[in-house]
């Protein structure tokens, strides 16, 4: 009876190892490169919007890569890459909202908006541009300098998923 016991203990902890070997190496989120797809080039987003930082072109960008490199199995190729993402930063605005009694607001919001231009060198017809944002808030006790590179952070990490969302799952 104990023998029976412990063969159970055994599967249940080898298909418990086995499911997190596997699922280490496979990829749920959907990601459809063909394969005549090799290489990507992402070159520095101009800066369009007023008062961005004169930096904030060069870390989107080098987010892009990042995530490209890190989340395809694509190559860097600035010479002659199967798709590119050209494009720049179309907005950073900050305005209130949450407003409270007395005409004060409790909160502020960081909007970035990137105009992204996909080109597919190998298919054409994959082509497509278009502009994303998002948002974060922060309150109104908080100085937007201080706190501004966590806030872009977190930005360009949704506005890149959506990126990279539309470049590789709608092939």
């Given at each position: 009876?104990?023998?029976?016991?412990?063969?159970?203990?055994?599967?249940v902890?080898?298909?418990?190892?086995?499911?997190g070997?596997?699922?280490?190496?496979?990829?749920?989120?959907?990601?459809?490169?063909?394969?005549?797809?090799?290489?990507?080039?992402?070159p520095?987003f101009?800066?369009?919007?007023p008062?961005?930082?004169?930096?904030v072109?060069?870390?989107f960008?080098?987010?892009?890569?990042?995530?490209?490199?890190?989340?395809?199995?694509?190559?860097?190729?600035?010479?002659?890459?199967d798709?590119?993402?050209?494009?720049?930063?179309?907005?950073?605005?900050?305005?209130?909202?949450?407003?409270?009694?007395g005409?004060?607001?409790?909160?502020?919001?960081?909007?970035?908006?990137?105009?992204?231009?996909?080109?597919?060198?190998?298919?054409?017809?994959?082509?497509?541009s278009n502009?994303f944002?998002?948002?974060?808030?922060?309150?109104?006790?908080?100085?937007?300098?201080?706190?501004?590179?966590?806030?872009?952070?977190?930005?360009?990490?949704?506005?890149?998923?959506?990126?990279?969302?539309?470049?590789f799952?709608?092939w």
């Amino acid at each position: 009876m104990i023998l029976r016991g412990n063969r159970f203990v055994i599967v249940v902890l080898l298909t418990m190892v086995l499911g997190g070997v596997i699922s280490g190496c496979y990829s749920f989120k959907g990601i459809s490169i063909p394969p005549d797809v090799k290489s990507y080039y992402v070159p520095v987003f101009e800066v369009r919007a007023p008062n961005a930082p004169p930096t904030v072109g060069q870390d989107f960008s080098e987010l892009l890569k990042d995530k490209v490199r890190n989340e395809a199995r694509l190559l860097w190729d600035e010479v002659d890459p199967d798709i590119e993402f050209t494009g720049n930063i179309a907005s950073f605005n900050v305005k209130p909202v949450a407003p409270q009694p007395g005409e004060t607001v409790a909160l502020n919001r960081l909007e970035v908006a990137v105009a992204v231009n996909f080109v597919n060198n190998r298919d054409e017809e994959k082509n497509w541009s278009n502009r994303f944002s998002f948002f974060s808030d922060f309150g109104t006790d908080q100085n937007l300098l201080d706190i501004q590179d966590g806030l872009l952070i977190d930005i360009f990490e949704q506005i890149q998923e959506d990126i990279f969302n539309k470049a590789f799952t709608d092939w």
